[in-house]
């Protein structure tokens, strides 16, 4: 469609008219301003955004491990009463151990602790508690109270300066048990008490207890009735099956 000269003209006077009223004016430095202002705004978040996640990578990276109490076994099978066993407590990824205690009960019923030793991790240990001024007593109280089920035992780790303590993956000691009856007694850590190289305290520490099964003996006098009957019944399912296959054979013909 074609315009005439005089609608061609009072489209470019509408034009010019136009196009200044709608660039120009604080209008358009307000709005430009405002964008400034939203564009900045959304790049200061997310360049916050981003530091935040660098310095939480970095600070988990440069962590310490979690430390871990644990027995060895973690299960204890007994196949009989009255036979013995022994327990190793253990840390995993320990940092400069420079002092250590814990305690741990069992049900006296099932079991009974008999003897205490320091692993060649500890063996050059010092100061064992629960007494250390009356020496360590690896068989009997206060180390080992047998009336309560419970086992309480510590030590100093001979240190001189930052890094001198215990790492890595140790045995604190090793325990040595007799199941006493038929049954399931667990062993529960509590108390735990770790120290650094100066006796600072250990926190980022977990705990993991165990249990000793001490499984029924079979009756020996069970054994011959048993068998017997197992005889007997083998032997008339053996009588019945040719039995049947004689019948079988009588009706064919």
Do not use: C
Not at 79 to 96: A, M, Q, R, S, Y
């Amino acid at each position: 469609m074609e315009f005439s000269s005089r609608e061609k003209r009072e489209k470019m006077d509408f034009n010019i008219k136009f196009t200044p009223n709608f660039f120009e004016g604080d209008q358009l430095r307000k709005a430009v301003s405002h964008m400034t202002e939203k564009s900045a705004q959304s790049v200061f978040l997310v360049m916050l955004l981003i530091a935040s996640i660098v310095t939480a990578s970095t600070s988990r990276l440069g962590a310490s491990p979690l430390t871990i109490v644990s027995f060895d076994p973690i299960e204890i099978q007994v196949p009989n009463v009255g036979e013995n066993f022994t327990i190793n407590v253990n840390l995993t990824d320990i940092e400069d151990l420079g002092a250590w205690e814990f305690k741990l009960d069992y049900n006296t019923t099932i079991l009974n602790v008999t003897y205490v030793s320091a692993s060649s991790d500890t063996a050059n240990n010092t100061d064992w508690v629960p007494d250390p001024g009356a020496g360590w007593v690896p068989d009997g109280p206060p180390t080992i109270d047998e009336t309560n089920g419970i086992v309480w035992v510590g030590a100093l780790v001979p240190t001189t300066a930052p890094g001198t303590g215990l790492y890595g993956n140790i045995t604190l000691v090793t325990i040595n048990a007799t199941a006493a009856a038929v049954g399931n007694s667990t062993l529960h850590l509590y108390d735990v008490v770790l120290g650094d190289w100066i006796g600072d305290p250990i926190t980022d520490v977990d705990k993991l207890d165990t249990w000793a099964n001490v499984i029924p003996e079979f009756p020996t006098a069970l054994v011959m009735p048993l068998l017997l009957i197992a005889t007997l019944a083998a032997a008339f399912l053996g009588k019945t099956f040719w039995s049947w296959k004689r019948k079988d054979a009588l009706v064919s013909e």
